[in-house]
């Protein structure tokens, strides 16, 4: 990793919340790095506080204590640089597959003609085209998740911030949209961060596993995933797949016997 330029740096970032009970830590001292055009999956426990991770780097949340820079500068969040993708698309149901697509591009006032392209681009390179003017509840589950995904890297983003975007969707599907993401990723050079609970996933898509440890989290362990094929199918049929998913789900105290 000595090549690669950080993107990112988490250090001790801490959250903390207030109940009718008392206080509850749920986020101690989280440190790790993102690098440019990394994959990044975050696994954890049930309730260990993913969500609050997610949200504290995007920006939705502040942090109690802890430092983000980003390319060396302190931030926040990363509100302006990411574009978010979570198990519900988010799709308003009174717009068309297009006019949900440009969405964000029209809240930047770009031009509409030079948005229309890049959308359509899109939509014919995710094998939506012919469903331009199709609304959303027409849509398959799979289809609506590839809009959500178009939404999202039409606007550029520096970094993809993941929140179980497939966990709703059945096996096959999931499969296909994992390569699908894979391929958008590969082709845009940019960096991903996803939350998952899915051990298969995560080893199926990522550069490198961060474990998170139970409440209050922090990080247990971070886990380079050296798998050739950038496949995910592929990928789950690599000799080292089965290694790496029993050591994750060593690390998480799955049982796989």
Known sequence: MGDRQTQLEIRGLAKTFATRSGTVPVVR???????????????????CGKTTIFNMIAGLLEADGGVMRYRGQPV??????????MQKDLLFPWRTVLQNALLGLEMRNVDR????????????????????????????GGQRQRVALIRTL????????????????????RLH???????????SGKTVILITHDVDEAVALSKRVVVLSGR???????HEIDIASHSPVESRSDPHFA???????????????
Do not use: W
């Open 113 to 140: 003609q030079e948005a229309r392209e890049k959308a359509l681009d899109y939509l014919n390179t995710f094998g939506l085209s012919g469903f331009e003017n199709a609304y959303p509840s027409t849509l398959s």
């Open 76 to 85: 926040d969040g990363l509100r302006g640089r990411i574009g978010y993708m």
């Open 216 to 222: 209050p989290s922090k990080v247990k362990a971070i």
């Open 29 to 47: 001292d989280l440190t790790f790095d993102i690098y440019e055009r990394d994959f990044v999956s975050i696994i954890g426990p049930s309730g």
């Open 243 to 257: 290694q790496y998913f029993h050591l994750l789900c060593n690390e998480l105290d799955i049982q796989t016997h």
């Open 154 to 173: 039409v606007m550029d983003p520096d970094i993809l911030l993941l929140d179980e975007p497939f966990s709703a969707l059945d096996y096959q599907t």
């Open 177 to 187: 949209l994992e390569g699908v993401l894979v391929d958008a990723v590969e082709k």
